[in-house]
């Protein structure tokens, strides 16, 4: 590997930042505006246009994961199931929304989902979805975000984001997770 | 019509952003394989969000014509600090004064990046150069924009190079001029 003549400090080698920069909101509805062209230019379908948004999603979320387990829990990780919900809504949310997420619900009829709701994502902001997409959401994105946080810190679930008191995105976990859950609350 | 110069507050997580653009560019270098047209790409998104950009701009900060390049120079500098929460330095004006670079010491889109040696090619920071030349075609000004230094490939600053072309009179609205 060549490091092109330069003795350079990695990115490793760095402090990390706190992470308190700002960007203006128009520039990243813009940016994100280019993102989903950008995917439906690639996509012939709207299943197909909401997984390619939700597998960016993901990729971002993976990236995040340690990140702010590092910044805002001194590296300290989640194991309970009910914690990394709440970490997820309230420290995750805050760290990258700047306030936390609305509401966290269980469901009634299914014990691996939970529903966590958010009025108004900040992608969806200057979006309006034309009538015959309509039932496309863009916080699919989101979505994928949380998917990420969630399967890598050991919780695999499926995330998927819907038209629900605003948005509302479905967290639906493996049953090995809930079973785990249980056990480890008998302890 | 007078504003106060306190501009829109508006502002989301720089990494939310850092990360959204480097998902994009990474799904692009694979989804094109050729870095120089990823490069290119890149452009073009930055040229699609800067003709939108310059209607926020002149609505926020309510500026009027500019008088020279120089004058243009400092408003695309406060520009920079609206959108990307940094303040570039004006620096090495051509002799003629067509053309003049910014140098930026931090940039929130490279924050976290890091390029990998056989992208050593990819102008990562072409959106920047899109949005400038963009947004300068909207208010009838020709330019030419692109990246002399890059701190992803070892250089001490990110230098982005604008060069005058010509002023589009053509595009203006009949009875203007």
Known sequence: MSLGGRNR????DKPLSKGKGEVSLSCFALLFSEVVQYCQNKSTTLPDLQNRLHELG??????????????E????????????????????????????ADKLEHSNDDENTYYLMEKEPVVNRFISIPRDKSSLNCAVFIAGIIEAVLVGTGFPAKVTAHWHKGTTYMIKFEESVVGRDSQTDER | MSRSTRFDTKKVNSELVTLTYGTLVAQMVKDLENPDDVSKQLDRIGYNMGIRLIEDYLSKTGSGRCLDLKD?????????RMYLGVQPNVVNWSPAGDEFSFSLDSNPLTELVELPDDLKQLKYCNIICGAIRGALEMVQLDVQSWVVQDQLKGDPNTEIRVKFIRRLEDAMPAGED
Do not use: C, H, M, P
């Open chain 1, 73 to 100: 829990r001194n590296g300290k990780r989640e194991t309970k199931l009910l914690n990394i919900l709440l970490y997820v809504k309230s420290t995750f949310w805050k760290a990258l929304f700047g306030k936390e």
């Open chain 2, 72 to 80: 243009t120079a400092d408003k695309i500098q406060t520009a920079f």
């Open chain 1, 9 to 12: 400090l990695s990115i490793l």
């Open chain 1, 58 to 71: 993901r990729r971002v979320g993976v990236k995040l994961i340690d990140l702010y387990f590092v910044r």
